[in-house]
């Protein structure tokens, strides 16, 4: 083994520090490099929580979704407090200050409550709907790659959730969030035109194996194969609760498919519970 002189060797000081002929401890200091005071990562942020995880004796690890920075991970210290609790609840709307001091470290966040959904929390369908499409987004999204579509979605449902409890109010926009979600991941269905024919006349079904959409026409005998397409993802709008139905349907198969595997597939019970709990409301469970 090569062992390393600790002797300080003239070499090793700057040329213009030799020139000034400095030696010894003074030249030591000022040869060393100056290395950065402030943090190498710092994102503030107006961010949704979307999951917390108890870590050690108190604090917790936070993921949110910020609007140019994507998903991001956290340390809060505290984050356990009777304090911090109700702030740190999925789907609230936070003021999030990241900061990282080298790009391996788990950053520190703090946060500031900025809007409160936990009040949905004590009615049992809305609190469903918050915990998937949260639960989704921390699991399916890859850290830092910024989502600013998904991130204007989300909010957007999770603010249906707080005004409009009635679960139509906001079903739609869940199914839609969820088709926007494998679209901005790459598993994008092509709803445009037929598959079969090449016309957009009448969309109707959707394949289970390209995703892409088929015509009535083309698709009729062969609709036991097929997913049905409701008509509010072709022409906007709200639905009736069998195409709402239909829509959790037809994502839920790519959502398995495509994107939640392994480990990632646990949280398909959360999604597995809303729509159970949203056929028994509607009398079709």
């Known amino acids: 083994m090569v062992k390393q002189s600790s002797r300080f060797h003239p070499l090793s000081i700057p040329a213009v520090v030799q020139a000034a002929g400095m030696y010894g401890p003074l030249a030591r200091s000022l040869s060393r490099p100056v290395l950065p005071t402030s943090p190498i990562m710092h994102v503030e942020a107006l961010a949704i929580v979307c999951a917390v995880r108890a870590h050690g004796e108190h604090g917790a690890i936070v993921r949110t979704l910020t609007p140019d920075?994507?998903?991001?991970a956290g340390y809060v210290r505290g984050g356990r407090s009777r304090r911090l609790k109700p702030v740190?609840?999925?789907?609230n709307l936070v003021r999030a200050d990241y900061r990282a001091r080298t790009?391996?470290?788990?950053?520190a966040l703090t946060v500031e409550l900025s809007e409160s959904r936990a009040g949905m929390m004590s009615e049992a369908l809305p609190a469903l709907a918050i915990e998937w499409a949260t639960a989704l987004t921390a699991t399916a999204l890859p850290e830092a790659q910024?989502?600013?579509?998904?991130?204007?979605?989300?909010?957007?449902?999770?603010a249906a959730v707080t005004a409009a409890p009635a679960a139509r109010g906001w079903a739609v926009a869940l199914v839609r969030y969820e088709l926007l979600l494998l679209t901005e991941l790459g598993f994008g269905l092509d709803l445009t035109a037929c598959v079969a024919g090449g016309t957009n006349d009448d969309l109707a079904f959707v394949s289970p194996k390209s995703g892409g959409a088929v015509s009535r026409s083309e698709g009729e005998l062969y609709r036991e194969r097929l997913l049905p397409l409701p008509a509010f993802l072709i022409e906007g709008g709200a639905g009736e609760w069998g195409d709402i139905l239909a829509g959790f349907r037809l994502t839920g198969h790519f959502l398995e498919r495509d994107l939640l595997q392994g480990r990632a597939a646990d949280i398909l019970a959360a999604r597995e519970r809303l729509v159970d709990r949203l056929k028994r409301a509607v009398g079709q469970g």
């Open 88 to 91: 740190l609840v999925p789907g």
């Open 103 to 107: 790009e391996e470290q788990l950053p």
């Open 69 to 72: 920075n994507g998903l991001l």
């Open 146 to 158: 910024p989502y600013p579509r998904l991130y204007a979605a989300l909010d957007g449902v999770l």
